[in-house]
Nanobody
Framework: HVQLVESGGGSVQAGGSLRLSCVDS????????MGWFRQAPGKEREGVGV???????SYTDSVKGRFTISKDDAKNALYLQMDNLRPEDTAMYYC?????????????????WGPGTQVTVS
């Protein structure tokens, strides 16, 4: 059973960095596609970065070159290193998992979600 819990959110100034973490207590990281999504008030939830079990990744255009997704299968952990943060990155960030087979940013494909962690950039 997949249980995802995010941590690492907070408030930073523009240009700063944060590192989000997501731990899965169900020991599924090695076989699932894992991803980070975000939702700002009044907006749709969007895919930020995802990583498949083979290590292949995909990012939304607005974060390319600034955000890096990675995972540690031994620790059942997923990370999102966020650098050069902008006010428009402010959102609730969610960790998600699914058996897909390719690194997709389509949120409807993901059936396991964490409760989220807030990121605020001012």
């Amino acid at each position: 059973h997949v249980q995802l819990v995010e941590s690492g959110g907070g408030s930073v100034q523009a240009g700063g960095s944060l590192r989000l973490s997501c731990v899965d207590s169900g020991n599924t990281y090695s076989s699932y596609c894992m991803g980070w999504f975000r939702q700002a008030p009044g907006k749709e939830r969007e895919g930020v970065g995802v990583i498949e079990s083979d290590g292949s990744t995909s990012y939304t255009d607005s974060v390319k070159g600034r955000f890096t997704i990675s995972k540690d299968d031994a620790k059942n952990a997923l990370y999102l290193q966020m650098d050069n943060l902008r006010p428009e990155d402010t959102a609730m960030y969610y960790c998600a998992a699914a058996r897909i087979g390719f690194p997709s940013l389509a949120r409807y494909l993901y059936n396991y979600w964490g409760p989220g962690t807030q990121v605020t950039v001012s």
